[in-house]
């Protein structure tokens, strides 16, 4: 029944994802010289109300202040990165096995109690103000915020992750610190380790290092559904057009869903042989690059398609793109092409996997979102749901999400 | 994990990793010069050739190659670099031999279609505009020219627009004849398939590859460039300040000590240029430096964006934190952090198949031997102070230093 890849990944079971007093862990021990550790806190801009715009991201700087983390860890040689979205700040790690002891703890500690120093503080928001003006000397990062901004208007989705400039420049101490309170809450904290790992070890470490913080419930965001809309816009600092447009996708909870949109934008633009890039890059020649891809999160998500193009063929390639998603929801989709779009899904999904650290990711965050079969058979499931998708599948989902009345077109141009 | 190494008649040098943990196969094909042979009247004819190559053979179309490829879910891409062409696929294991196959014909046997070659000059040349989007882009491409002049490694990798308009067809051809040839090339196989089968299928599809032309003459190293400062007006939110020197490559005795310098001042949250100027003044949010591994001269650059009202600081502190390395040594607690995280990162970066096809099938293409591996950690452990700094005292000399900014 099942055609190619579950025997591509071989490994030993995935440890049920566990509560110790809030936390939610998951395991999944691999043939590896290292471990990677994967957290994810349910504390992204999305949650911030109007005046602490900033804080989430702005937090996930001071973590870091004043700490020797990042000594412990390169001296190790090892790497570690952090991150803030919508939905959640990500702290991750990979060491050699051994340290994975030394490490858990330092990170936990650091997580419950950063040190908040007022001088530190004043000096970092001078780099936080310096990163918003990094962002917008990239246009890619320009006219996705634009988007992001006009496909959901008045919900926290539309305001961008680092803040606004002034509304950050304000910021006080006392702000983060309320913030972190709030939310940096076992609760609202998973966990997930790959790699060499002991799984007794793991549980002791964090039963010991993570129920210390004082419990609060999660808060929850209020859903606000976007609007659909249609933005024009003149950037001085580009030399070609960007066209941006994006359906409002479905939600974490329903994520086969979510697997079945990632399957469309494979058919559509993945690859050379596949029906956009055929015809609007190599057939028509109206644009020069095709990018994009569908967003899984806790809220309804984006499934975008960004073109960039002279400025004359935005029109047409935009009713092009209309014109085939509208044939897909009529089930016009050939038995070739959504086989070849599949395998490929797979295979890149297998590609992806074989890295402790990627596996590590994935788990962390579809673990946080609520994908529990995803994660805890992952090595079947993600191939088994996209295996089973038949072109029926891919025209409900193309007639439910993919509707002009769910979507957001953005329009950047060099010059008027 | 054990890696074997052949040589076959006709030149050919394969690396075989065998590697069970998944069922995959990454095959890299690594084509000795990369962009070296490029004069500044073809700029650009390296990187038009790895956009073309997969676009069409005696046999099949560019359309129908793309069909093989996708279909089997797998992954066939070109790249030129300063060192060598590569041409990488990445496949299930039980598809490999097709795909190897269809590989070998790319290889071998390439037509450079007309038709497709406009589509590819075009979209080249939509490229080259776009860099102009990007500060960091224009900053990074004119240094290069600074610290290289006329040589290869001076110009851009997509070619300029006035030289990529005249290439044709003749030229890829010409370029294929020349240096895509069994003797300049290196393949890398890692994943789950024995020595003994890797040997086999590239016996089969490639033993018979042979060339009537002799091997065209080694290219030469770039001549050094006066220290040049420059300023390039441009409207953005942060100006870029780049300052660079030119620096050791990969054959130099010392070019470990040379890898623990780029890697204290600018690897990582905890490095030096991080630390005092991004912790400790806040002049930025990214600030790092870079030393490309190099057949020939490289460079060791150090860069950061910054308000405009700040180019005076970061320029001096990006100056004076490499002068430093030049003037005082390093004490031994810093520089063992420093081989730390440079031995750490370098063993996470041989972790997938295709790190490690890239890291070995490279290292032969240099003509370094994947021994290059052992005995290069080796050398990073045995870096004393005293050599680290009479490297740095070589390399900081006169910088050359490029600045983008508004007015």
Redesign the interface.
Known sequence: MYP??S????RPPVTHQEYCGGVTLICQPM????ASVDIWIGAGSAIETEEEQGSAHFLEHMI??GTEF??L????????NAATSLDYTHFSF?V?AAGLATTLPYLAHMLSQPRFDPEDFE??????L??I??C????EWVCHQLLQQTAYNAHNYGRSVLGAYPVVAKLTLADLQKFHRRHYTPANMTIACTGAIDIALVRSLVAENFLQLPYHPPLQAGIIFPKANRCVKYL?????ARLLMGWLGTSAERWEDGLGLDLIATLLW?????RLV?EL??DY?WV?DLDGGFALQKYPGLFTISA?LEPEYVERTESHILRTLSHMARGKISP?EL??AK??????F??AM???ARLASFLGYHTMLGCHDLCNHWTTVYNEVVMSMEIADLQYLAQRYLSPDRLTVITCLPHP | MERHKYTLDNGITLISIENP????VSAKFFFRYGTQVETPEQAGLVHLVTAMITKGTEVHT??EI??L???????LSAEASADYLVINT?????DFASIFALTSEILRRPTFPESELE?ER??TL??I??K????FSIAYDQMQTLLFGKHSYGLPLLGFPETVSQLTQAHLQTYHRQYLRPDHLVIALAGNLSPDRALTLVQEYLGDWHTPHPAPPSPQPPQPQPPTHLHIPK????AIVMVSYPAIPVTDANYSAMKLIATYLG????SRLFVEL???Q?????VSAFYPTRQFTSQLSAYM???PQNIDRAKTGLEQECQRLAETALPPAEL??AK??????Y??SK???SQLAQTYGWYECLGLSVDFDQHYQAQVQAVTPEQLQHTAQQCFQAPSIVIVSAN
């Not at chain 2, 730390?340 to 990162?345: A, D, W, Y």
């Open positions: 190619h890849g025997s591509a990944i071989d043939v590896s010289a290292s870091f202040r990042d000594y860890i390169e001296s190790q040689g090892g790497v570690s990979t050699p000096q970092e928001k001078l780099v936080v310096e990163e003006n990094y917008y000397d990239d246009p001085p600092q580009l030399h070609h993945g690859g050379r042989s596949s055929h890059r190599e020649q020069h960039t070739q086989a070849k395998r490929s899904l797979c295979n890149s297998i590609f074989e890295c402790p | 943990a998944v069922d995959l560019a359309q793309a069909e490829i996708e279909s089997r879910g797998a992954v990445k496949t299930l294991t039980s589509l075009y979209l939509q490229g505009k776009a102009q989007e990007r500060p409207a953005t939110q942060q690897s990582g949250l905890s991004r912790e400790k806040g002049l930025a949010y990214e964006g910054t308000a063992d952090l730390s995280k440079l031995l750490g990162q063993a996470l972790q997938t198949n």
